[in-house]
């Protein structure tokens, strides 16, 4: 296999989590909701769908079983924060602390057993096609609806009656309210839709990565995604090229080590949080820009009056 | 109802933050572990240790521990917290937690402190290590038998001496099979993220290496080892599950027999400050069964393992350091506090030691 090749597909697997779980809530913020759960979302989808990978002996099920764990874990904070109007901030930190706690008692069971991991996509003829092959048909599925993810979620949000309506709530709850859309209703379904995402992402975690449960195993990737949709400046597209970037100038330093260049480890390791602080300060240069795509309403809880 | 709401989610996160209760009169032993005890690696082998304890001592004594704790001001808060309930001896597991220890262990002179894998000591400080190293010159010299290409890769954590005496270890291993053989050393900055880990080993693979070593905690290298047939080892507890082809040993550590005998000291008061490095002849260090190789390199890893129980140092000259200088004279062996501050690399690794 060629390095560059071997390189890209290792920058793919790592770029997919992240890039999953940022669309996913990118959306959520898009209808004007700030949930910081999804470290907490994310590990309990990874959690899941080890176990359930485990117990049935499908990967698949197990993917299944992880997309719904993270939707139904996010419908918590949506009854929280949505119903009882509590504030988005604290929700989402404990929604956080939660799963990490809780996956973890969920999971003393699976710790040590070796999981089902996804098999990878095969297409006589295409996969082993020279150069692009493997690259292109040769990658696990999650890979694939990944970026079938972000595709759908720009089409939705910019091309769609429904899209509109989602961000025009997110930019005034009031004024959409005004017009007889039922906010509430919306942001259940983009909160549940982010769940679902930061849960396949946990899922791509256990189930594809490193096919294991281990406590913690997402290791602050939630907290990463959620830099990434203020780093793609709620822009779907964005958030795909900003997740490969973070993924290439991390595969990127490992590479620089093992072939021996002397940079300091510890400057090459903080690189990727040094690229996305870089992009964002230029990012936030045109301010014009920036209000734009900020969802006004943001983090501001919303009650209806009847 | 919002707020009672987010009550029992607050009380619920901070239940699972720590185990264990509390009585007056039975020794409270308490632990703080820098990783999940589900790492199944070195975090859990060290709670593998307090449950023998818990078990070998029954009803006098009851345990507590916090796991997760991040070195730095995180770890101040944890041993002042574990002191403030009541515990009566305090083992800190990770290195980073050194300058909290010495803090804590200050400010209550009643209480006492063991650290692993430090070197800073007090009247109630203690410190003990296991001799990591010793099994990783058998795995080097494991890896230089089977790597068909003379180059390994090295997962490694943090630059420091802990790491880097394993690193020289593994080499100095390696040499002695062959003297040309190569190591690609690649830092993860962390002790454990699988993915991180597991980035490092497809790297390596990608570029070379055709064996991989780690000193970081999970599993997750090793698998990428297994999926690409190729080999590796297993680090702090047998990973041969997760790697039934690729596992060619692992570097286990067995805390429980210290632990029980150090607990009983504190109980029946001869508990002293101690400095002890404990390796493969006590049994702190113990290689899993030698796997997935030729009989001829299982027998040679064997006579190198009892080689070393009989009391040999892989620090044994002569060695050179990286430069060419001469570090270790013919027959020297290396002190325990230079192993212990080790900050250069041995001579035929081709990279440079960060500092």
């Known amino acids: ?17 992240l890039l999953i779980a940022a669309i996913g809530e990118l959306v959520v913020e898009r209808s004007g909701v700030l949930n910081l759960g999804v470290e907490g979302m994310m590990i309990m989808g990874a959690v899941g769908g080890f176990g359930a990978g485990y117990l049935t002996g499908s990967a698949w099920l197990g993917l299944l079983a992880a997309i719904a764990i993270g939707a139904l874990f996010s419908l918590l904070f949506a009854v929280m924060t949505l119903s009882l109007a509590t504030n988005q901030v604290a929700t989402g930190l404990s929604l956080t602390l939660l799963g990490l706690g809780f996956s973890g008692m ?201 | 109802m919002k707020r009672l709401l987010i009550a029992l989610m607050a009380t619920a996160a901070s239940l699972s933050m720590v185990v264990g209760a509390q009585a007056a009169d039975k020794l409270k032993a308490c632990w703080v572990y820098v990783g999940p005890i589900g790492d199944f690696g070195y975090s859990y082998q060290h709670n593998q240790g307090r449950l023998e304890a818990e078990k070998a001592l029954g009803d006098k004594i009851e345990t507590s521990y916090l796991e997760n704790v991040a ?40 209480i006492k402190f063991e650290h692993a894998t430090g070197y800073k000591t007090a009247d109630n400080l203690g410190v003990y290590n296991a001799r990591f190293y010793e099994g990783r010159y058998v795995m080097g010299q494991i890896a230089a038998k089977v790597s068909k290409k003379g180059v390994a890769g090295y997962i490694g954590s943090f630059p420091i001496p802990e790491v880097v005496m394993g690193i020289n270890a593994f080499m100095l291993g390696a040499q002695s099979v062959n003297p040309d053989f190569k190591l690609k050393i690649v830092w993860v900055s962390s002790w454990f993220d699988p993915g991180k880990e597991a980035d490092a080993a497809k790297t390596l693979f990608d570029q070379g290496v055709d064996i991989i070593s780690q000193h970081t905690d999970s599993t997750a290298p090793l698998q990428v080892a297994e999926e690409r ?32 005998e150090r607990i009983k000291a504190a109980l029946d008061g001869t508990w002293k400050p101690d400095n002890v490095w404990l390796g493969i002849k006590d049994g702190a260090v113990v290689l899993s069964p030698f796997t997935n190789m030729p009989d001829d390199v299982k027998a040679m890893a064997e006579a190198s393992e009892k080689k070393i129980t009989d009391g040999w140092n892989p620090f044994t000259g002569p060695v050179y350091k990286q430069d060419g200088s001469e570090w270790l004279k013919d027959g020297q062996v290396a002190k325990d506090e230079v192993l212990l501050g080790m900050n250069f690399y041995v001579k035929g690794i081709d990279d440079k030691l960060p500092q």
């Open chain 1, 1 to 17: 296999m060629d390095i560059t090749i071997a390189i890209l597909l290792t920058i793919a697997t790592a770029a997919t989590p």
């Open chain 1, 106 to 306: 969920m999971g003393t069971g699976f710790v040590g057993l070796p999981g089902q991991r996804l098999p990878d996509l095969y297409i006589p003829g295409l996969t082993t096609l020279p150069v692009v092959g493997e690259f292109l048909f040769g990658q696990d599925p999650i890979f694939y609806i990944s970026i079938a993810l972000t595709a759908g979620v720009a089409w939705f949000l910019f091309k769609t009656r429904a899209g509109l309506t989602l961000r025009s709530i997110g930019d005034s709850h009031g004024s959409a309210h005004a017009l007889g859309i039922n906010v509430i209703r919306y942001r259940y379904m983009a909160v549940i839709f982010g769940g679902a995402c930061a849960g396949l992402a946990g899922g791509q975690l256990s189930l594809v990565y490193t096919p294991q449960w281990v406590e913690n195993m997402s290791a602050g990737r939630g907290w990463i995604a959620l830099a990434l949709v203020v780093f793609a400046s709620w822009r779907p597209w964005r958030v795909l090229v900003g997740a490969y970037i973070f993924g290439a100038v991390w595969i990127g330093q490992l590479h620089a080590q093992a072939f021996g260049i002397p940079v300091p480890p510890q400057i090459l390791s903080s690189l990727p949080y040094l690229a996305t602080i870089v992009v964002l300060v230029l990012i936030s240069r045109n301010k014009r820009l920036t209000m734009m795509n900020t969802p006004a309403s943001l983090g501001q809880p919303f009650v209806p009056d009847r």
């Open chain 2, 229 to 260: 047939g190729l080999h590796g080892f297993g680090q702090s507890s047998d990973m041969i599950k997760f790697a039934p082809h690729a596992q060619l040993t692992s570097n286990t550590d067995e805390w429980g027999p210290y632990y029980i």
């Open chain 2, 71 to 110: 070195e730095g001001p995180d770890a101040d808060r944890a041993f002042e917290r574990l002191a403030r309930e009541g515990c009566g001896i305090i083992f800190g597991t990770s290195f980073g937690f050194m300058d909290s220890m010495v803090k804590v262990a200050k400010k209550f002179p009643d």
